[in-house]
């Protein structure tokens, strides 16, 4: 069996609608946040939550992005 990941980028303040009209099977998000926080998580079937790593974040890689 493929299977297949993707990353999205979306507008929104929030990805309810994206979530809504892609439908996955999985949402994936830092251990920190509580899965009842995860926007979508009524509707998605799995929800996995990932454990943090020190000084590796997504707003740390969008700002070494900016620096390029």
């Known amino acids: 069996m493929n299977q ?3 990353v999205v980028v979306f507008d ?6 994206l979530i809504k009209k892609i439908s996955p099977d999985v949402l ?5 946040y509580k899965e009842e926080d995860v926007v979508g998580y009524k509707i998605v079937p799995e929800i996995k ?5 020190e000084g590796i ?9 900016k620096k390029l």
């Open 4 to 6: 297949y990941h993707y």
């Open 12 to 17: 929104d303040d929030t990805p309810l609608e």
């Open 28 to 32: 994936v998000k830092g251990a920190d």
């Open 49 to 53: 939550r990932c454990p943090l790593v």
């Open 57 to 65: 974040s997504t707003t740390s890689i969008i700002e070494k992005i």
